[in-house]
């Protein structure tokens, strides 16, 4: 205590005021925009399965519980935008600012306080998007289905492709680069692929096709394992063989099976994960699905940079002189402020995923552009 107390004292007198008077309506806002987005997010769900499929109490608070911590991600940037521009506009209301500017303290100096704690914010909404809410994302999922008697399989999936591309090789020895195997399962359920298609072209001229209703992935032997099933080959004559089989080895790598296993929503991904995801896809051949991965790793960072974005707006429209917000108009420019910066976000993102924009560029223009609007209004606090 007596090391933090020291460390506190470095900090010079007017950060910690100023800091001390953001404090207060941070906490505020992370209650306020918590409660609200738990409220019609997922609390009124959870009531309605208490009602109508007979869900414990215990584990609708528990599910609540699992679930708090990606509606907290989703708080602090819009609760350090409400709790900047409360403490700034009281203060300049009270004149406590223009105290400041008659020493000659500039608003820049004046709201460094507010973007420290914005980039704080950052680091903690990063933590717990990455860290945190993934996994208790999937746990909240589990204990709720579990709760209501059904199955949980944490793998599974449907209509699986899987596409290989390399050598394709003639009978004369020749070869070229193309679709060597596209693979196809219908459904996915603790490692077994059911309704499979496997195309295979790795022979120039041949066009072999297997069906099977049942394939697993054979560790031992490093291949994969086809049940009852059928084999065609079309040769470049023309002609049509066929051949029946209860078990069939066929040469294909495990990737259709990490493909499967991959979850369908990045928000349920760390960073690492996507980027793993990402490769995958683009090993497939799933260029529609690799650009979105990429433009949703990119998210991954721009998302905490909110709270530095609405930092800079928050307290730079605050500092204004002569400013004075109430808690209701606070939160109500906070809301509309934020509606404009996700709808930007957000149309930003779809450009992205279309591919009309690199994902850099479709992650990170709405942070650019929002920071670069901050700018100009702390230039206009600062008159």
Known sequence: ?????????????????????????????????????????????????????????????????????????????????????????????????????????????????????????????????????????????????RALGRSVSTEKGNNIIYSRFGRLVAGDGESETGLAQLFYAKKFNEGVMSGVTVLDFSRLGFTQMLVADEARWNERESKWEFLDGQILTLSPSGSVTSADFDRYLYPLSAAPIRIAKLPKDANNMTVAEAIEAERMLDEAGDRKEARRM??????????????????????????????????????????????????????FSSLGVKGTLPPVVAAWAPVLISLAGGGLLLRQASR
């Open 294 to 347: 990429r433009v949703r790793i990119q998210e991954k960072f721009t998302l905490p940079m909110a709270c530095l974005v609405f930092g800079l707006i928050g307290s730079s429209l605050g500092a204004k002189p002569n400013g004075r917000t109430s808690r209701s108009q606070g939160f109500g420019i906070s809301v509309v402020l934020i509606l404009v910066y996700y709808v930007l976000s957000f149309s």
């Open 1 to 145: 205590m007596a090391r933090v107390g020291s460390w506190c004292r470095r900090i010079p007198l007017l950060d910690r005021w100023l800091l001390g008077e953001l404090i207060g309506p941070l906490l505020f806002a992370i209650a306020a925009f918590t409660v609200v987005s738990l409220s019609v997010g997922v609390m009124f769900e959870l009531v309605r399965r208490i009602v109508e499929s007979g869900l414990p109490v215990g584990i609708a608070v528990q599910v609540l519980l699992l679930r708090l911590p990606s509606f907290l991600v989703i708080s602090f940037p819009m609760a350090t935008l409400m709790a900047t521009l409360l403490a700034y506009s009281r203060l300049s209301a009270n004149s406590e600012l223009t105290a400041l500017r008659s020493v000659g303290i500039s608003a820049t100096r004046m709201i460094a306080p507010a973007l420290a704690l914005a980039l704080v914010m950052t680091g903690l909404t990063f933590v717990f998007n990455d860290v945190i809410v993934p996994r208790t994302s999937l746990s909240a999922e589990i204990t709720l289905q």
